[in-house]
C-alpha cells in the first residue's frame, strides 16, 4: 500500500511530540512492506535547501506561517497567497508523482487546511490522525479565515468575488469544509472535543498511542530515587515554573540537598527560559537543577535509565503524552498533572502521582513520599510498566492503523474494478 503521510512537522525537525510519533509511526508501517512518502515543511531547514530527501522519503517543501510578524490586512492576504499557491503546488505534485493509495494527515496546523480540503476532493480515501485540537477548529487556518470573514463577504465583497474567480482559474482551493471520513484520534479526550466543536467525528476511532517496549525498556534495578527528569519544552504551558518551585521546596525546605533535576529539552520561548534560569540562580539551586538541552529521541531510552522519577507538570490539556507513556515503560515513578487525555492512563497511587496544575506544594510532597517510601516507589513502578505493556504498545497500535487505512484502501480498489470499462 502507498501511504502519503502530510505533517506540518516531521523529524529530525520538531516542536513536540506527536511529530516523533508520526515518525515512529511511519517507520513501523514501511517494516511492515507498505511504501511511505511524507509531505511537511522546511522548519528547520536552511533556507533554499527545501528539496526532496530521497533516502528518507520525505518532501520538505511545505511553508508554514509559524511566528510571521503581524502584517495589514492586504499584505497578509498576499503573503497568504504565496504560501497557498506554493503548498497546493507542492501537494499536487507529490500526489501525481507518487500515485498514493491513501493519504493519511497528520497535522497542518500553521501550514494549509486546504491540503486537506484538496485530498477529499481527489476520490481517495482520506484518514486524519489528531493528536491535538487543530482538527476541531481547523476553521481557524490563517488562509480558510479570510475567506469566512465579514470582510470578503461585505466590505468588500465585489473584489472577492474577481479574487475567487481568478483562485479558481488557478485552481487554488481557498474554501468549502471538511468531511472528515476517516479519523483516528489518540485519546477519547480528542474526539469528545472535536464532537463538542460541532465537527462529524461520532463514527471516529481512538486509537491510544503507543511505546516499544524493547526500546524503552524496564530499569530492573533502581534504588534510593533521588534523581528527578524533566522531558519537554521549556514553556509557561509545561508548568515549569512548578518544577522549579517544587525542587525549592524538596532542597532548601526540607533539605534533601541530594537532590537532582535534569531537564531536557528546549524551549520556543526564550525569555521564558532566560527568566527560570535566573529564578533557579536565585533559589541557589544551579546545583541541583542541570540544563541538559534538546536531545534527539534515540537518546531517551539511555538518560531515562539514568533517572528515577519524571515530574510532568502541564498546565495545557494534553491529548496523550507520549514522554509519559515511555517514562512508566521504562519504570520510572511519574508525578504529574493528569490533563486531558493523559487521564485514560495515569491512575493516582497506582501508576503514577498526581498533583492539580500550579501546585508546587502537593509536587514536592509527592517527590518526598517517593523518597522515603520505597514500597510506594517499587509499586508505582511495576504497575506503570504493566499498564504499558497492556494497553500502549507500539504494535497494537499499528495494527489498528494499518487495518483501517487497508480496509479503506481494499474497499476503494474493488469498486474500481466493478466499474465498467469504456
Known amino acids: 500500500m502507498r501511504i502519503l503521510v502530510v505533517s506540518n512537522l516531521y523529524p529530525p525537525h520538531f516542536i513536540g511530540g506527536y511529530e516523533l510519533g508520526c515518525k515512529q509511526v511511519m517507520d513501523h508501517l514501511s517494516a511492515r512492506g507498505h511504501n511511505v512518502q511524507v509531505l511537511t515543511s522546511n522548519y528547520g531547514v536552511r533556507a533554499g535547501l527545501t528539496q526532496a530527501l530521497p533516502e528518507q522519503k520525505v518532501n520538505r517543501w511545505l511553508e508554514m506561517d509559524l511566528d510571521w510578524p503581524p502584517l495589514p490586512l492586504g499584505r497578509n492576504a498576499l503573503r497568504l497567497l504565496r504560501k497557498e499557491a506554493r503548498n497546493q503546488r507542492a501537494f499536487k505534485r507529490v500526489v501525481e508523482r507518487f500515485q498514493p493509495d491513501v493519504i493519511y494527515i497528520w497535522n497542518l496546523r500553521y501550514v494549509s487546511v486546504s491540503l486537506a480540503l484538496r485530498a477529499e476532493r481527489l476520490g481517495l480515501p482520506v484518514f486524519y490522525l489528531v493528536s491535538d485540537k487543530w482538527l476541531a477548529h481547523w476553521e481557524t487556518d490563517s488562509w480558510y479565515e479570510i475567506w469566512s470573514s465579514n470582510f470578503t463577504r461585505l466590505a468588500v465583497r465585489g473584489l472577492a468575488l474577481l479574487v475567487s474567480f481568478l483562485l479558481r482559474v488557478f485552481g487554488i482551493v481557498y474554501s468549502g469544509s471538511l468531511t472528515l471520513p476517516n479519523v483516528h484520534f489518540v485519546s477519547d479526550f480528542l474526539k469528545r472535543d472535536a464532537q463538542q466543536a460541532g465537527k462529524p467525528v461520532d463514527g471516529a476511532e481512538v486509537i491510544h498511542w503507543g511505546v516499544d517496549v524493547n526500546q524503552f525498556a524496564y530499569k530492573q534495578d533502581c534504588q534510593e530515587p533521588k534523581r528527578l527528569l524533566y522531558v519537554g519544552q521549556i514553556t509557561p504551558l509545561k508548568g515549569f515554573r512548578t518544577v522549579v518551585e517544587a525542587m525549592r521546596l524538596v532542597v532548601k525546605e526540607h533539605g ?148 483501517s487505512l487497508l480496509r479503506e484502501a481494499n474497499v476503494r480498489e474493488r469498486r474500481r474494478r466493478r466499474r465498467p470499462t469504456k
Open 256 to 403: 534533601l540537598t541530594t537532590a537532582t533535576l535534569t531537564v531536557v529539552g528546549g524551549t520556543i520561548t526564550p525569555d521564558f527560559a532566560a527568566e527560570m534560569r535566573r529564578l533557579i540562580a536565585s533559589y541557589e539551586l544551579s546545583d541541583n537543577i542541570k540544563f541538559a538541552g534538546f536531545a534527539a529521541h534515540e537518546a531517551l531510552p539511555e538518560i531515562y535509565q539514568q533517572h528515577e522519577i519524571l515530574l510532568f507538570p502541564s498546565l495545557y490539556d494534553e491529548a496523550l503524552t507520549i514522554t509519559t507513556l515511555e517514562a512508566m515503560s521504562c519504570g520510572l515513578a511519574v508525578v504529574a498533572t493528569a490533563t486531558g487525555g493523559n487521564k485514560e492512563v495515569m491512575e493516582h497511587g497506582q501508576n503514577t502521582l498526581i498533583f492539580h496544575k500550579e501546585d508546587a506544594q502537593k509536587c514536592a510532597h509527592h517527590i518526598l513520599r517517593l523518597f522515603t517510601d520505597d514500597e510506594l516507589f517499587q509499586s508505582l513502578r511495576v504497575v506503570a510498566r504493566k499498564t504499558v505493556e497492556e494497553q500502549f504498545r507500539i504494535e497494537s497500535m499499528i495494527d489498528k492503523i494499518e487495518s
